[in-house]
């Protein structure tokens, strides 16, 4: 009995320690931990002439959403545009459509104020926020040291930068000026949610997971060939 009241405490003071060294730590098994992966995506512009979304090439993390899991999410659409829902639900939908198992629930929920997308919580949670200067949007993924299994993820877009809606519909045939696309930039991040990494060749910038984006941008609201590779890989 004592034995085991000083391995709770040893461990209850392991815990301790990471949380006031501000290390998001938690113990799921006595040899599994659950570490963190920030994606960043930078504003450049202009962009460059995109380049056939035809390159067949991606890069895979090797982490991963459990087999069988439905992922539901929340969007907190405090200081985001008009809209910002849909086009959310849109950008993940894009990916889902390329995989036999849906993966993310139609359902989006919508979350309250004190939800944000780049605090380990429980929930997976899209939220806008204020981000550093060049910083478009950053999606962190929290998951399985052991098992390499996804435990949650957050999505924060800057509310620096202006936001809009292709609220007619057009499409990559519509202008958006000085302001970035929700869906458009969405897409790329929800493709950080399944842990695939940005790419910063200049033959890979008409792809959807090219690392960097621009005002008007929109090329990438569908998948290219390495994009659909990717996912196609990891959730054959």
């Given at each position: 009995?004592?034995?085991?009241?000083?391995?709770?405490?040893?461990?209850?003071?392991?815990?301790?320690?990471?949380?006031?060294?501000?290390?998001?730590?938690?113990?799921?098994?006595?040899?599994?931990?659950?570490?963190?992966?920030?994606?960043?995506?930078?504003?450049v512009?202009?962009?460059?002439?995109?380049s056939?979304?035809?390159?067949?090439?991606?890069?895979?993390?090797?982490?991963?959403?459990?087999?069988?899991?439905?992922?539901?999410?929340?969007?907190?659409?405090?200081?985001?545009?008009?809209?910002?829902?849909?086009?959310?639900?849109?950008?993940?939908?894009?990916?889902?459509?390329?995989?036999?198992?849906?993966?993310?629930?139609?359902?989006?929920?919508?979350?309250?104020?004190?939800?944000?997308?780049?605090?380990?919580?429980?929930?997976?949670?899209?939220?806008?926020?204020?981000?550093?200067?060049?910083?478009?949007a950053?999606?962190?993924?929290?998951?399985?040291?052991?098992?390499?299994?996804?435990?949650?993820?957050?999505?924060?877009?800057?509310?620096?930068?202006?936001?809009?809606?292709?609220?007619?519909?057009?499409?990559?045939?519509?202008?958006?000026?000085?302001?970035f696309?929700?869906?458009n930039?969405?897409?790329?991040?929800?493709?950080?949610?399944?842990?695939?990494?940005?790419l910063?060749?200049?033959?890979?910038?008409?792809?959807?997971?090219?690392?960097?984006?621009?005002?008007?941008?929109?090329?990438?609201?569908?998948?290219?060939?390495?994009?659909?590779?990717?996912?196609?890989?990891?959730?054959?």
């Amino acid at each position: 009995m004592r034995k085991a009241l000083l391995s709770v405490i040893i461990v209850s003071g392991i815990i301790l320690s990471m949380i006031s060294s501000s290390v998001t730590v938690v113990f799921a098994f006595s040899n599994d931990v659950i570490r963190e992966k920030t994606f960043t995506t930078y504003y450049v512009n202009p962009i460059g002439t995109p380049s056939t979304d035809s390159y067949n090439v991606y890069a895979y993390s090797g982490v991963h959403w459990s087999t069988g899991k439905v992922v539901t999410y929340y969007v907190n659409s405090k200081g985001a545009p008009t809209g910002a829902i849909i086009a959310i639900k849109k950008a993940f939908e894009t990916w889902d459509g390329q995989i036999g198992n849906r993966l993310f629930n139609d359902n989006v929920q919508v979350a309250n104020s004190k939800l944000v997308g780049n605090r380990y919580d429980g929930k997976n949670v899209v939220s806008w926020g204020r981000l550093g200067q060049g910083i478009i949007a950053q999606t962190t993924v929290w998951y399985y040291t052991t098992t390499k299994e996804i435990v949650e993820f957050g999505m924060v877009f800057n509310t620096a930068y202006k936001w809009g809606i292709d609220a007619d519909g057009k499409g990559s045939t519509y202008t958006l000026t000085n302001a970035f696309d929700v869906q458009n930039i969405a897409t790329h991040e929800a493709g950080h949610t399944l842990m695939l990494e940005d790419l910063y060749t200049q033959a890979t910038n008409a792809l959807t997971m090219y690392g960097y984006g621009s005002y008007g941008q929109t090329y990438a609201l569908s998948l290219g060939a390495g994009d659909i590779s990717g996912i196609k890989a990891v959730y054959p």
